[in-house]
């Protein structure tokens, strides 16, 4: 079985870049032993989504995550830190969606976000809940802002680096109650292994 494939995600939701630089993806996944499960319905291919990824605490989360993203040949929008853009990498992070953001002004970084995907239809933004690679008392909120302003559901995408695994989780339905979701999202989350534990 190929590590991760374009199948695994409805067709409007496919960037429909080239094949080598899925080829790549796939090779990446397969080189360090990992491999991408679950998918994503027909039955959501015109809704917006937001994926969130986690437990986020090495920099192995973002290689990996690139290399699903290309393998799956995802058409998807991230946010990242401004400073990861410099040199050499900023033109590659935006080829795969990356926006840089200035992170001293989160409330900004939220609105520019929901009014970009308001105009859009099938829309994936990617977001890490913990907002840093650093341990944190407490998630960051934004996802669920943006989850409600476009209505969309929530998508829980999970690093196990026990399993060497990569899951597409089932859709999640925000409550409307955050401090609920937060709680039933960290105790999903909880089952899958970090590379730092301890940063988890």
């Known amino acids: 079985m190929p590590s991760v494939s374009n ?21 990446v996944l397969s080189i360090f032993g990992w491999k991408v499960t679950g998918i994503i319905t027909n ?16 920099n192995w989360d973002g290689i990996l995550g690139i290399a699903a993203l290309a393998g799956l040949d995802a058409k998807i929008t991230f946010i990242g830190k401004d400073t990861v853009f ?12 990356g926006i840089p953001v200035n992170r001293k002004d989160p409330g900004g970084i939220i609105k520019d ?11 994936l ?8 690679r650093a341990k944190v008392k407490e998630w960051k909120t934004g996802f669920l802002r943006i989850a409600s302003e476009i209505k969309a559901d929530i998508v829980p995408a999970s690093l196990d ?36 534990p301890e940063k988890f």
């Open 7 to 27: 199948k695994q995600i409805p067709e409007s939701f496919r960037a429909n870049r080239s094949r080598f630089f899925q080829w790549l993806g796939r090779s």
């Open 113 to 123: 976000a929901i009014d970009q995907l308001k105009i859009r239809k099938g829309s």
């Open 43 to 58: 039955d959501q291919a015109k809704n917006n989504l937001v994926v969130i990824v986690a437990p986020h605490t090495s």
């Open 86 to 97: 410099k040199y050499g990498l900023g033109p590659f992070l935006r080829y795969v969606g």
């Open 161 to 196: 680096f026990k399993k060497k695994e990569i899951l597409l989780g089932e859709i999640f339905k925000p409550s409307g109650d955050n401090t609920k979701d937060i709680l039933d999202l960290k105790k999903y989350y909880s089952a899958f292994a970090p590379k730092h």
């Open 125 to 132: 933004i990617a977001m890490s809940p913990e907002g840093t």
